[in-house]
């Protein structure tokens, strides 16, 4: 594991240390079991039930709850004394990057084994603990979690969802409906969110035959049309007083950190998902052929595979680099407190959502990419390209949409700033300071294989803190509602983060094992690095045209040319190469 403890967004103000960053490398040979427990199971339940599950068969799922059950992935979280395994984190994201065969079923697996069960983990009391968890950890019950509402999709505490106490004081009166709700047609126990007498935000725990508690009609998606989606209906529903989860007022705690969660483990999802679409494109275009040759011989085809290669890589690096900063404060906690686990995860609720942007869209660009590399064939059901191309895109929907969560990362990282958590502003005085003095930037000669990276991803960061800074110098509280220049800034955050992982990574690995040896590895991060920086140059010139003008603007502008200058890379030659080796094995390589 990581050495350090560093601070949640404090990647962006310190030097990063290889030796440092946690990658799928440093597996332990249980997590390695876990991993290889899931693509069993995958393999030999999943894939064979695809069928079934798309067509809504329920009972088939409840019972592959069970098996993932019996194998101990649905209570990897659970503490022991609740029935669970109590699984190390990188464990528990090594399962949701396997579970990758079937959307509808990892979906539904995520709705009881995630979201279904952490809020009572986390917040639950001693004997809503023993009650609940043990049977949603055997697959006895599925479970479900109920936030959004028609009018409440990102702006979740504007909902309308009530609750009062009866007038004898001995049960909770909810009336309201909850949208979109996975596992909503046969969940046993879930998670609602409603507003005590109109105002104070709280979670309660309702069960399926709790009176005037019903579900809606399962809803007619674009994908993922074999997991459950309903409404959740209160009429007047009776929940016994003891099902108030948390504190009255508190249920905004168990929703976002609930949603810290899942984002990390999306993130992870994205990851294993993008490697299997690696596999099937590999495989077509090595026995297509046209032209009288396979079509992954032709440059147009190898650009494709290579670039999916190049950004798994470092998303990768940067889903299990956060991690290991999770494990790495985890280490310095009492792991049997729910409360202190939570905090520890919190803490990093920032890479949490980088993690989640960063998956989900690479998997929706591996998606498309791997449907136009199968051309026609990949439009239609013969072939699994067009499934994975719908079922991922609600991806971007799923844990706070995408846009949510770049409002959250440069937001967040201001909010710390403000309260005294990270010395982001006294690094952007700095900075401005270096570049009105027009300094090159330009590190001391260095021959390692990946010295332009390390500068490049040390630039990244600065252009980073550099637009941090200037946005909030300028709006100040206002900042709020420049929703264009916080999503530019997270885009330079967002690949900042995965660039600066990747490097990481590789530098790591080529101090252990020399470069020839990971010469794929240093062709994906240079091949990673090169582009990432030309769209950080691009958003960070939208951003800074949005921020400033005239004379200032051109000062800054001359700064962002040299902190994302590069020399010519012959990102071609590695292309065929990084392609020419997935198509050898048949998959990802890394």
């Not at 009866?166 to 046969?186: Q, R």
């Not at 590069?566 to 065929?576: K, Y």
Request: some cysteine; glycine content about 10%.
């Amino acid at each position: 594991m990581a050495k350090e403890v560093i601070k949640g967004g404090g990647f962006l103000l310190q030097e990063t240390a290889p030796a440092n960053v946690y990658s799928p490398e440093d597996f332990n040979d249980e997590q390695k079991l876990i991993a290889q427990t899931t693509d069993e199971f995958v393999e030999k339940e999943i894939i064979p039930n695809f069928d079934k599950i798309e067509t809504k068969d329920y009972e088939i799922q409840r019972e592959l709850f069970k098996k993932a059950a019996d194998l101990g992935l649905i209570n990897a979280s659970i503490p022991e004394a609740y029935g669970g395994l109590d699984l190390d984190h990188v464990s528990q994201m090594l399962i949701y990057e396997h579970l990758t065969g079937s959307a509808s079923f990892s979906t539904g697996f995520g709705g009881t084994a995630g979201i279904g069960l952490l809020p009572i983990l986390l917040f639950g009391t001693h004997e809503q603990k023993e009650k609940y968890l043990p049977k949603l950890g055997s697959g006895e019950w599925v479970g479900a979690y109920a936030l959004s509402e028609s009018s409440s999709g990102s702006d979740a505490l504007g909902a309308k969802s009530t609750a009062r106490l009866s007038e004898d004081g001995e049960h909770w009166i909810l009336n309201g409906e909850k949208m979109w709700i996975t596992n909503g047609g046969f969940a046993d126990v879930v998670t609602v969110f409603a507003k005590v007498n109109g105002e104070q935000f709280t979670g309660f725990i309702v069960e399926k035959n709790d009176p005037g508690v019903s579900h809606g009609n399962e809803e007619h998606k674009l994908g993922q049309r074999g997991s459950s989606t309903t409404p959740i209906i209160m009429q007047d529903a009776k929940i016994p007083k003891d099902r108030l989860l948390g504190e009255i007022g508190k249920g905004h705690l168990i929703a976002f950190n609930v949603l810290n969660h899942g984002r990390i483990n999306l993130g992870a999802g994205g990851v294993g998902g993008s490697k299997r679409v690696i596999g099937q494109s590999a495989k077509y275009a090595a026995q297509r052929r046209q032209f009288g040759r396979p079509i992954a011989s032709f440059g147009a085809i190898q650009y494709k595979i290579a670039e999916m290669a190049a950004r798994t890589y470092a998303c990768d690096s940067a889903v299990y680099r956060t991690a290991g900063m999770i494990e790495a404060r985890e280490a310095t906690i009492d792991r049997t407190d729910p409360v202190a686990v939570m905090k520890a995860i919190e803490e990093y609720a920032i890479e949490c959502a980088i993690t989640k942007v960063a998956g989900s869209e690479l998997l929706f660009y591996c998606a498309d990419e791997n449907v136009q590399i199968h051309g026609g064939n990949g439009f239609t059901e013969d072939y699994p390209a067009e499934g994975v191309y719908r079922d991922c895109r609600v991806n971007r929907i799923f844990e706070g949409t995408n846009e949510i969560n770049r409002l959250l990362i440069p937001g967040q990282l201001i909010k710390r700033a403000m309260k005294g958590g990270l010395p982001l502003f006294q690094a952007a005085m700095k900075l401005q300071e270096e570049l009105l003095a027009g300094p090159s930037f330009d590190s001391d000669e260095d021959e390692s294989p990946l010295a332009n990276e390390i500068k490049l991803a040390a630039n990244a960061k600065k252009v980073a803190i550099a637009l941090l800074g200037s946005a909030a110098q300028k709006f100040q509280a206002a900042l709020a509602e420049q929703q264009m220049i916080l999503s530019w800034t997270a885009d330079v955050i967002i690949d900042a983060f995965q660039i600066d992982s990747a490097v990481g990574r590789t530098a790591k690995l080529v101090a252990v094992d020399g470069a020839e040896k990971h010469s794929a590895a240093i062709d994906a991060t240079r091949l990673y690095t090169h582009d990432a920086i030309n769209r950080i140059e691009v958003a960070a010139k939208n951003a800074l045209a949005a921020i400033s003008e005239g004379d200032e603007l051109r000062v800054m502008l001359v700064a962002l040319r040299r902190l994302t200058k590069q020399e010519p890379l012959n990102t071609a030659a590695i292309r065929e190469r990084l392609s020419n080796k997935v198509v050898e094995a048949g998959g990802y390589i890394f």
